[in-house]
């Protein structure tokens, strides 16, 4: 195949933490999903997947163990990917078994992708599964023509497409550290499987509160989420929410893989209002989401893996101290996570065949709570994982935005 990446592919920067921390009970795994206006026939669905493999040959890999680092590999050739029809919650760890490390589920009108995030992040997830649905629609008859701005699974795949966009815009002379202090965890009763409940709203409304409080819909979410969790907080530590960043919006980069990064928004003790938060809220993103902030911290990173003793250090020894490291430095340092893909746009003939899209992030390791959003016309839809039985910050969210104004229909798993 022309344009076809080498036999292997190096794990991306942000990448190298997930096979060390991943086990049968628990890994980093998210989903994307679409919602048709028909129900889905998996026999077509497998031929546009079959199709896919090709043209997004980053993803249809397999993890391997080197003596240094994991690695993604081709898969034999006798390993096929096949529609699955969804039975099991929602984003369960992948198996060795399984071979790839994505999967494709249906259930009624519904395609879901889940991915280990070793693979790719939001963005990379949605253009798949796009250029998947497109496809599987030109195949049930419902298009009749390459749609703009989806990928076709007709062309060959760019290297663009599977580059290590962090080392191509790492600052290799960047120095320093990042200290922050741990965060507020909220406390329940562990669920074995983890709960999902599913808040749609119309995007219309949502600006309209949003407008309200002079802020974005992700600045207006985040500021709910703070104030909820902190109408709760029982100590002296921070409540901390996680904000992931496209990277992509300050470097030129057309990769599919991971290329992200984040920052932490700390709920002032100041803030007495909603209207107070949300503007802390706007303040402490603007102030950290800029490319040279977001550019020094993804240096930092890049040039720790630089180190001569860690690249020599074999992989036990590497799992060791990234286990160590996410125990102290990672779910800790926040107390939740709101990931916003933001709107979707498709062309209007392959719009009319879609109600809806959502995302899923997966059961988080130790916080009690994640959030996965994204839009689509005027329908948004925020997910909430939880994996303790409580299920009062949902309860106090919806409630804080029903009395904006917002209007929200509740989908849940039943836990």
Same mark, same amino acid.
């Given at each position: ?206 600006? #309209? *509160?949003?407008? %309200?409080?002079? @802020?974005?819909?992700? /600045?207006? $979410?985040?500021?709910?989420? =703070?104030?909820? +969790? ?89 799992? #060791? *101290?990234?286990? %160590?490291?996410? @125990?102290?430095?990672? /779910?800790? $340092?926040?107390?939740?996570? =709101?990931?916003? +893909? ?74």
């Amino acid at each position: 195949m022309r344009n076809a990446p080498t036999d292997w592919l190096r794990l991306d920067n942000a990448a190298k933490i997930y096979p060390a921390t991943h086990t049968e009970e628990w890994s980093a795994v998210f989903r994307v999903s679409v919602t048709l206006t028909h129900e889905i026939d998996p026999l077509i669905l497998d031929q546009s997947i079959a199709a896919s493999l090709r043209r997004f040959p980053s993803l249809y890999v397999q993890m391997r163990r080197g003596l240094f680092w994991y690695f993604l590999d081709k898969p034999p050739q006798s390993l096929q990917v096949r529609a699955m029809r969804e039975s099991e919650p929602p984003c369960r760890p992948l198996r060795d078994a399984e071979g790839v490390v994505f999967r494709v589920l249906y259930y009624g009108k519904r395609i879901s992708v889940e991915f280990f995030h070793v693979l790719t992040d939001g963005l990379g997830a949605l253009t798949y599964l796009k250029a998947l649905t497109a496809d599987y629609l030109t195949r049930m008859g419902l298009l009749d023509k390459p749609q703009e701005g989806i990928l076709s699974l007709n062309e060959d795949p760019m290297p663009r497409e599977w580059e290590d966009s962090f080392l191509r815009y790492a600052d290799p002379h960047a120095k320093g550290s990042w200290a922050e202090t741990p965060a507020w965890q909220a406390p329940g009763q562990p669920l074995c499987d983890g709960a999902l409940t599913q808040c749609l709203m119309s995007v219309a409304e949502l600006k #309209m *509160a949003a407008k %309200a409080n002079g @802020v974005t819909i992700t /600045e207006y $979410l985040g500021g709910l989420i =703070l104030y909820a +969790l902190h109408s709760h907080c029982t100590d002296n530590r921070p409540v901390k929410l996680s904000v992931p960043v496209n990277l992509r919006k300050f470097f030129p980069s057309k990769t599919l893989r991971n290329f992200s990064s984040y920052v932490n928004v700390m709920l002032n003790e100041n803030a007495e209002n909603m209207a107070d938060v949300c503007a802390e809220v706007r303040r402490q993103l603007r102030e950290q989401a800029t490319k040279e902030t977001l550019r020094h911290r993804m240096s930092l990173n890049v040039n720790s893996e630089r180190n001569v003793l860690i690249r020599l250090a074999p992989l036990t020894v590497k799992n #060791m *101290a990234l286990r %160590a490291a996410f @125990v102290l430095y990672g /779910e800790r $340092l926040f107390t939740s996570t =709101l990931s916003n +893909l933001g709107g979707v746009v498709l062309p209007d003939d392959m719009a009319a065949h879609v109600e809806y899209f959502d995302m899923v992030i997966g059961m988080p390791h130790q916080n009690a709570h994640t959030f996965g959003a994204v839009s689509f016309r005027d329908t948004f839809v925020l997910s909430v994982t939880r994996r303790i039985a409580e299920s009062w910050l949902e309860r106090d969210i919806v409630g804080l935005l029903r009395h904006d104004g917002v209007g929200v229909q509740l989908i849940s798993n039943g836990s």
